[in-house]
């Protein structure tokens, strides 16, 4: 049985070694496509795709695979261990010299996240944690913050979401502000930066798996906005919804959004 712990360092090295090759080939000159739908992708984020592969499957063979800039395979739904990856979170910021942009990998087992790194490398900060273990920024320990009201709450996401009259129960004032990638907003939570971070729409698990970890093991509670715990590596990788936040404020924010219904 692998230990936790040679599969975080395992996961931390290779997003260490990822972001400097994103920042090395953004330097050398990206070529950038559009995906269906419209999303951009760089020739960065394929490149990373490719290096985490090889890196990430070439020393634990026998765990499945899921990445936003691979082809996604139903061969992983067999597998009890699978890395989840997003080669680089936050392109446009990548590609804008925006320094909100991380490399997120997560390790699943059994449908739960069990070791996770953000690595965001133009600010220098590394978030790790494993199941039960605790969560790090750059090797010290964080902690969700301790917020346990509403009012003045700084929040990470769009302001649009809670503004209008379909709120039964209406919002306080709260304060927001936008960070590219989910999977950093999700980091700053854990670190006490910001006290939530919400998304009412279905989010990729590349996008959230790490995160989730790195949150709960800082102490936030992360689910969708019913309240519900997710579920990883299933048929379809998407959680509802997002709602990240310090614990005090969580139950209090999916008061108000229960009456959201789920998107389809």
Known sequence: MIDLADDLELIRQAAIDAGALALAEREAGLKIEAKPGGSPVTSGDLKVDALLRDQLLGARPDYGWLSEETADSPDRLSRRRIFVVDPIDGTVAYMKRTPWWCVPIAVIEDGAVVAAVIHAPEVGETYVATRGGGATRNGRPITASDADTLEDA???????????????????????????????????????????????????????????????????????????????????????????????????????????????
């Open 154 to 264: 700084s929040f990470l996401g769009d302001a649009r979401l809670i503004e209008g009259p379909h709120w039964a129960e209406p919002w306080p004032s709260v304060r927001f502000e936008k960070r590219n990638a989910l999977a950093y907003r999700m980091a700053l939570v854990a670190a006490g930066a910001f006290d939530a971070a919400i998304a009412l729409t279905p989010k990729w698990d590349w996008d959230v798996a790490a995160g989730s970890l790195i949150a709960e093991e800082a102490g936030a509670v992360v689910s969708d906005h019913h309240g519900r715990p997710w579920r990883f590596n299933q048929p379809d990788p998407r959680q509802a919804s997002l709602v990240c936040a310090a614990p005090a404020l969580h139950p209090q924010i999916v008061r108000r959004c229960r009456a959201v219904p789920m998107a389809d």
